[in-house]
């Protein structure tokens, strides 16, 4: 399974983003192989309108079954929602500690 987890930088010991859309990265958390991978959300972060969709599409192209970030949008939601991708809401600071908190409420 892979869990996709909004973040500031291209690290897991990176600051999680709150934000979906506009998150600077994608860390994806793959729990087969216990490794983790980095996306660059730039052109989704930088976009006039469409950042949410286009972050959706973005995370369902990495394979993640699941995201955990701080908030998304209505658009956004009904991408992922359309794409099967399950989401969880997080406050945690760092993007190692979201994961954790998520994996630990299981």
Do not use: C
Not at 15 to 39: C, E, I, K, N
Not at 70 to 80: C, D, I, M, N, Y
Not at 87 to 102: D, N, Y
């Amino acid at each position: 399974m892979k869990i996709a987890v909004t973040s500031r930088g291209p690290n897991a010991s990176d600051p999680f983003d709150q934000r979906f859309g506009r998150a600077p990265y994608f860390l994806v958390y793959d729990t087969a192989s216990d490794s983790w991978s980095a996306f660059d959300n730039t052109e989704n972060k930088e976009a006039q309108s469409g950042a949410g969709i286009g972050a959706a599409t973005k995370v369902a192209e990495t394979g993640a079954t699941t995201v955990i970030t701080g908030h998304v949008g209505p658009k956004a939601e009904r991408a992922l929602q359309a794409a099967g991708i399950k989401i969880v809401l997080s406050t945690a600071q760092t993007v190692e500690e979201a994961l954790k908190q998520h994996i630990e409420k299981k």
